[in-house]
């Protein structure tokens, strides 16, 4: 188990460029989970995959954001056309599928700044 | 829709005295309740969770928490508070299988400081 790993670990970007984030889960994982958190803020729900496809997305997750896991492993998600807003810590975490109430195993998270 | 308040953003206790961090939920149905505790820089760790059964549960760390439904309270415990448990603790609670939702919606968080 070498735990959910997250990259970068840091993005700083200028406002309106793309941005992209991989995830990797834990290797029996079939679940995965992108949360957002903004500094004295819990995490927020952004979106959810079970093996490929992608099952709830949140009213948080605007049309410039698209979150992929194209073979049900490694994911990745996407910001277009940033803005200041958007800066915050990416985390991303997975579960096994067994039981809907396994732990989230989280990764150490992106940290993107949007200048 | 279900949500957590951590009505204290932070806590200070004495190193060897008894910690409390409290947490309520709001959620249709019986909930699924988490405790998580993030470092520095880190992403969150699980500490434990309660599903059903026994109102105490016991997780990591020593740590230990009490589900009341009548009060809708899940509060976070520990009998002797050490200056490693200082860290940023969050409260989650998801809706039962079967409600439509795989979210887990977290409280805002709160910063635990044991003083030596």
């Known amino acids: 188990d070498t735990g959910v790993s997250q990259d970068p670990r840091h993005k700083i970007t200028k406002r309106g460029q793309n941005v992209t984030f991989r995830c990797d889960p834990i290797?029996?994982?079939?679940?995965l989970y992108w949360y957002r958190q903004t500094l004295g803020q819990g995490p927020e729900f952004l979106t959810y995959?079970?093996?490929?496809?992608?099952?709830?997305k949140s009213r948080l997750l605007s049309d410039r954001f698209s979150a992929e896991r194209p073979k049900g492993s490694f994911s990745t998600l996407e910001i277009q056309r940033t803005e200041q807003g958007d800066s915050a810590m990416y985390l991303c975490?997975?579960?096994?599928?067994?039981?809907?109430?396994?732990?989230?195993?989280f990764g150490n998270g992106t940290r993107l700044t949007v200048t | 829709a279900q949500s957590v308040a951590q009505p204290e953003d932070q806590v200070n206790v004495a190193e060897g005295n008894p910690l409390t961090v409290k947490c309520t939920y709001s959620?249709?149905?019986?909930?699924?309740l988490f405790w998580y505790v993030q470092y520095p820089n880190r992403g969150l760790q699980f500490l434990l969770k309660?599903?059903?059964?026994?109102?105490l549960v016991k997780g990591s760390y020593g740590f230990e928490a009490e589900f009341n439904k009548s009060q809708t309270s899940f509060h976070l415990k520990k009998p002797s508070a050490l200056v490693s448990d200082s860290a940023l603790y969050f409260c989650?609670?998801?809706?039962?299988?079967?409600?439509?939702?795989?979210?887990?919606?977290f409280g805002k968080g709160t910063k635990l400081s044991v003083i030596p």
């Open positions: 309660y599903i059903t059964g026994d109102n």
């Open positions: 989650a609670v998801r809706v039962p299988p079967g409600a439509g939702s795989y979210q887990l919606t």
């Open positions: 975490a997975s579960s096994t599928l067994t039981g809907s109430n396994s732990p989230l195993h």
């Open positions: 959620v249709s149905g019986n909930p699924y």
């Open positions: 290797s029996e994982h079939n679940r």
């Open positions: 995959f079970q093996n490929e496809a992608q099952l709830e």
